[in-house]
DNA sequence: TTGCTTACTTACTAATAAGTAAGTACGTTT
DNA sequence: AAACGTACTTACTTATTAGTAAGTAAGCAA
């Protein structure tokens, strides 16, 4: 009757998207191949370079996927009419949600300790991302900050980064010492930055 | 006259375990080759093979030579006489020094991006290497807190894993967005960490 | 029905990877 | 002088990598 499709009908190159993504966020960009792809989804490493021709291709559209959900996500009305505390949690949910995935650290620790090896229009596109990301939470923890929701000292740039390195961080030690660690970190984070009145 | 061999004599062993870790530290495990190590050097690959036979042995030996440097450092009296906000700035000087080399990440954060392509013992030994560190840590913030030199909430431990696993992020943000970010990181720790008396 | 486009497969290349086996040059010991 | 261990080199194998070129089957358009 429905004229959607099934969840998993996605077409080849989008399900190609998704599985280049898990893979490099869980093995890293040199450690995963088009073989890698080719053979979870029943086709040939040919296909995937019909669809995406180089790797550096490949690796810039997974950036600029997540660019886009970012400023979509950011810019929601569901997401811009939400108290500081509240757009805070949400970002925290994300990575909640990666760790609880398993091994998937985020993609700037994905892509930071391979950053050396990476195609320059790579490099680029996850400054980019990264800066916009800074630049947002920047603005929440002001905004916070000002109207008593948050605390914190020192300029809401420098937390801002200072809290998206530790949210980096903590998949990659997530992953190495278990999703427990993980939950003792953001508990620390929300403890810190909450009001003792709101915590 | 002296028999002191100059700095840069080491023999071949070495000098192929100095290489591997700085390798290892800039472009991470799986991106690095003993063809890489071999043409540094100087000599063909089957000489490092000769030296370390298999790749996982090679970067076991990096894994074990920074587990028995942090051991040998923290128990120098140089260092254990030290208050604990000395001792803290003391770590902290350790990521400066690696930010201040340009490209390279701490030996967890290179490792924890690869960690699921990485051979058992390799995942072993870093376990054991970064729980230690966390341990320690965790000693320094708790004798701080109790002689009022450092400040912060919630379990040593908690603190010390969140203090740790923003230095391991610090050093990828620094490899992505330059040291000036590093620096905006850690003096956002130290103000936290410090009470303001201090500061 | 002819021709074009899409989405592939088959079959390949060239480069690089880790690892091995056999040989060699040199210094030390016996 | 003979034997041996150390520290390699040469020459190789097997596997995997990204990437390419040519062919093909199916669907749609003119």
Redesign the pocket.
Known sequence: MSTAAPATAF???TRILNLAEELLLARGF???????I?KEL??????I??????????GAAIIQRQQRRLRKWRDLPRVTELTPPQQLEALLDVYRHRAARGPQVCLFGALAADFLTLPAVMQQELRTFSGELTHWLAGVLAAGRADGSLRFIGHPFSKAAQVLTTLVGSLQVARVHGEEQFHYILRQLRTELLPPSAA
Chains 1, 2 share one sequence.
């Open positions: 077409d080849t190159r040199n450690a995963f191949s088009y073989q890698h080719a029943g086709v040939k490493p040919a296909a370079h019909y669809h995406y021709p180089s790797k550096e291709e490949l």
